[in-house]
């Protein structure tokens, strides 16, 4: 069965730091590959998405970048967090050719 | 712009009844619309996935009607339970044509009463 894994669940970060949050999925292969944001009590935006190592498509202008490296890890990053990059940050696959998407368990940061 | 509307009221209800939940949209024609669950710090959860030319689709005791005329579509829970209780999301999307990429209301949140 397929599992998606993300790492790590909780960050605290200072102003003005890097980020690295990873996702990973097993049991499958060349998934497209989704990264959210939830602001609190809000809905999830769309950030970045991947139908293939190396393609990334940005939906939204930020000071976040994501990459994939190898067909099934996501990486979104950031070189310097502002406070507003705040929030739960969701990562999703789906099978290609497949509309559902499966959720990875998310990652709560807190930029300080 | 595209706009997906949920109701952001919590939406408190008796065990046993039925749940109803509205999720409206404009400015956008997807090619099939998909209802998820929230629990609290869990990532979303897939339940149901209607298209365009479906009126009703049904899984267990949930139901979602589209009607693409109204650009609406209706979340039913019957006979629900206090597990039920979760923050409920629509999504849209256009197609696989753009890679399968959704748009998210903001979500209600369901408690079910004892």
């Known amino acids: 069965s397929q599992t998606i894994h993300q790492w790590p669940a909780t960050l605290v970060q200072p102003v003005g730091s890097p980020l690295s949050l990873e996702c990973t999925v097993e049991?499958?292969?060349?998934?497209?590959l989704y990264w959210y944001r939830q602001a609190a009590g809000r809905g999830l935006q769309l950030l970045f998405y991947?139908?293939?190592?190396?393609?990334i498509s940005s939906e939204v202008p930020q000071n976040l970048s994501a990459s994939r490296p190898q067909d099934r890890q996501f990486i979104l990053s950031s070189k310097k967090l502002l406070l507003s990059d705040s929030g739960f940050y969701l990562c999703?696959?789906?099978?290609?050719?497949?509309?559902?998407?499966?959720f990875g368990p998310g990652t709560r940061l807190l930029v300080l | 712009s595209q706009k997906i509307e949920q109701n952001s009221e919590a939406l408190n209800i008796q065990e046993g009844k039925t749940a109803t939940l509205t999720c409206n949209y404009t400015?956008?024609?997807?090619?099939?619309l998909q209802w998820y669950r929230q629990d609290p710090g869990r990532g979303p959860v897939f339940l149901l996935l209607?298209?365009?030319?479906?009126k009703e689709k049904r899984k267990e005791r949930l139901k979602v009607t589209f009607d693409t005329t109204l650009k609406q579509s209706l979340f039913h829970i019957t006979a629900s339970q206090p597990a039920d209780s979760a923050t409920y999301l629509c999504?849209?999307?256009?197609?696989?044509?753009?890679?399968?990429?959704?748009?998210f209301g903001g979500g209600t949140r369901v408690l079910v009463k004892p």
């Open positions: 999703a696959w789906s099978p290609r050719g497949r509309e559902t998407q499966y």
């Open positions: 049991g499958t292969s060349n998934p497209n």
């Open positions: 991947s139908v293939g190592i190396g393609q």
């Open positions: 400015n956008y024609s997807p090619a099939y």
């Open positions: 209607i298209r365009e030319n479906e």
């Open positions: 999504a849209l999307a256009p197609g696989s044509a753009a890679g399968n990429k959704l748009t």
